[in-house]
């Protein structure tokens, strides 16, 4: 079982920048695909940015490409995503997501961490 706990979400202003963190429980986490996603108000949950494991490839949402940079820290058991020129409709809770099987399927889920961006 994969225990994922979210932090750094909060209020910014549009332009400002965030760092969100997920914090992975376990003792494989360098073997896992970690995933980014988001879920705004009366919207579907929609993928942010994916991170391959060992650090082999990253991957955006044309929407965040260029604003948002996903990475991890295996010694840490750790993802971030940097969110930088944030936009009003950056704002949405914000979830990682694990997958143990290397198939793009997530198994695990964090709680979520509110990002909230003022105009």
């Known amino acids: 079982q994969v225990q994922l706990v979210e932090s750094g979400g909060g209020l910014v202003q549009a332009g400002g920048s965030l760092r969100l963190s997920c914090a992975a429980s376990g003792r494989t986490f360098s073997t896992y695909n970690m995933g980014w996603f988001r879920q705004a108000p009366g919207k579907e949950r929609e993928f942010v940015a994916v991170?391959?494991?060992?650090?082999?490839?990253?991957y955006a949402a044309d929407s965040v490409k260029g604003r948002f940079t996903i990475s991890r820290d295996n010694t840490k058991n750790t993802v971030y995503l940097q969110m930088n020129r944030l936009k009003p409709e950056d704002t949405a809770v914000y979830y990682c997501a694990a997958d143990s099987n290397s198939d793009y399927v997530w198994d695990y889920w964090g709680q979520g961490t509110q990002v909230t961006v003022s105009s």
């Open positions: 991170i391959s494991r060992n650090d082999a490839g990253t």
